[in-house]
């Protein structure tokens, strides 16, 4: 295990997980406590989260299905997190999700759509359609009041799928925190092939340049009204001692 994923274990494994965390939330308004869930929770129990499983824990099952029906046909995985946690948010209860970054590549390397296979079978298809229809949803409500949002399942597809499960949980009544966490000076990917991001100014820039071809840079920083709660992307670097 290395780069993003390993830095994120190495993150939960330190003695000063919480302090770090909140932190780098504190403008949000969001707070994590020893009382709150997170996952992963260790090398030795390292699943990348999925949001159906975290929601039927921490929440409702009903909160669990309604996800799955959203973004699927059926039989099929929601995507991963690099990181989960619950959390209070102005009083509220709402969650945090974490999609963390080692080096440039790992966003330049996402900047495609959804790729479906030729031979895809039927279910493939569907879950595909709906998963489009899913993101095309959250951008509707968004260009309400940001009309130069344009994810989609085309374009910055893992991007387009964070925000648009931001919105999801936010218009269900739950306010979340969507962080982008670049890890600084990550010498395992440092191996002549990747460009690890040097410091804060490195992080931002590689973000911002993938977030611009979606309209995502016109959300950063700023809450968005989802109907029953709100969300709000944020950029931030952090590096391991």
Not at 154 to 177: E, F, M, T
Not at 196 to 203: G, L
């Amino acid at each position: 295990m290395k780069g993003s994923r390993y830095s994120v274990i190495k993150l939960v494994e330190s003695g000063h997980f919480i302090e770090k965390i909140n932190e780098l939330i504190k403008t949000t308004k969001a707070e994590i406590t020893i009382y709150d869930n997170w996952m992963p929770k260790s090398e030795h129990y390292d699943k990348e989260a999925q949001l159906k499983d975290f929601l039927n824990y921490n929440f409702t099952p009903q909160l669990s299905r309604d996800i799955v029906k959203w973004w699927l046909h059926k039989d099929a995985t929601t995507p991963n997190w690099d990181l989960i946690s619950t959390c209070t948010i102005n009083d509220k209860k709402g969650i945090l999700l974490v999609e963390a970054k080692a080096h440039w590549d790992e966003l330049d390397n996402e900047s495609h759509g959804k790729i479906l296979d030729a031979k895809a079978s039927d279910n493939s298809r569907k879950n595909h359609k709906r998963i489009g229809e899913a993101i095309e949803e959250a951008k509707i409500s968004i260009k309400k009041t940001y009309p130069q949002i344009n994810i989609s399942c085309d374009n910055c597809y893992q991007l387009s799928n964070r925000v648009a499960h931001a919105w999801w949980l936010a218009s269900k009544g739950i306010p979340v925190v969507l962080l982008y966490l670049g890890f600084l000076d990550c010498q395992d990917m440092n191996d002549g092939k990747n460009k690890i991001f040097r410091d804060d100014e490195d992080w931002q820039k590689c973000f911002n340049e993938h977030a611009q071809k979606v309209g995502v840079d016109k959300i950063l920083n700023n809450r968005v009204g989802c109907g029953k709660s709100n969300f709000i992307t944020i950029c931030r670097s952090f590096q391991q001692k």
